[in-house]
T-cell receptor, first 117, second 112 residues
Framework: AQKITQTQPGMFVQEKEAVTLDCTYD???????LFWYKQPSSGEMIFLIY??????QNATEGRYSLNFQKARKSANLVISASQLGDSAMYFC??????????????FGSGTQLTVLP | DAGVTQSPTHLIKTRGQQVTLRCSPK?????VSWYQQALGQGPQFIFQ???????QRGNFPDRFSGHQYPNYSSELNVNALLLGDSALYLC???????????FGEGSWLTVV
């Protein structure tokens, strides 16, 4: 079984500043992947960044980086230099990637990020 | 390179009716998964199709069924609609057992 916890229902950040969105997880899978998605009000789920449980380095994709702390079971998303267009709902998700794992995403409840001008 | 496309984008159905939602996966992808996202919640996995067979299923009743065609496109069917089926239905595509998963824009279903 897998569980994702996002404890921040809403976050505010000033434009051009950095913001960290928290995500903790629990799983019985030995190998797993962690994902972050952005969902604007239109509904589309936009892939941002992926971290494998055995990746030694934290993943980065442009202004997005994933602060992966395996011992703490956390996978926080850091957005640098926030832009007004970053205002959206952000979801943390995970999936078991072992040979016998069920390849389905388990999502958290999301964090609504608002970037202030 | 077309992404994941879904249709229709919005629809309204009456309780007890049936609905079919459609999804075309991203070019080159062979696996389609469906998720239900109720208002204010994260998406919940419904089922996954690969090689025209249902490979995995989440905790959804048999009223939810699906199909995958030889061109990898997929349908989600929901029978005997309930008010609680009102949600955003998201289609996700990937290569089978690969970790890159892309979503479509979703189909907003309202049951009245």
């Amino acid at each position: 079984a897998q569980k994702i916890t996002q404890t921040q229902p809403g976050m505010f950040v000033q434009e051009k500043e950095a913001v960290t969105l928290d995500c903790t997880y629990d799983t019985s899978d030995q190998s797993y992947g962690l994902f972050w998605y952005k969902q604007p009000s239109s509904g589309e789920m936009i892939f941002l960044i992926y971290q494998g449980s055995y990746d030694e380095q934290n993943a980065t994709e442009g202004r997005y980086s994933l602060n992966f702390q395996k011992a703490r079971k956390s996978a926080n998303l850091v957005i640098s230099a926030s832009q007004l267009g970053d205002s959206a709902m952000y979801f943390c998700a995970m999936m078991g990637i072992s040979s016998g794992s069920a390849r389905q995403l388990t999502f958290g409840s999301g964090t609504q990020l608002t970037v202030l001008p | 390179d077309a992404g994941v496309t879904q249709s229709p984008t919005h629809l309204i159905k009456t309780r007890g009716q049936q609905v079919t939602l459609r999804c075309s996966p991203k070019s080159g992808h062979d696996t389609v998964s469906w998720y239900q996202q109720a208002l204010g919640q994260g998406p919940q996995f419904i089922f996954q199709y690969y090689e025209e067979e249902e490979r995995q299923r989440g905790n959804f009743p048999d009223r939810f069924s699906g199909h995958q065609y030889p061109n990898y496109s997929s349908e989600l069917n929901v029978n005997a609609l309930l008010l609680g089926d009102s949600a955003l239905y998201l289609c996700a595509s990937s290569l089978y057992r690969r970790n890159t998963i892309y979503f479509g824009e979703g189909s907003w279903l309202t049951v009245v």
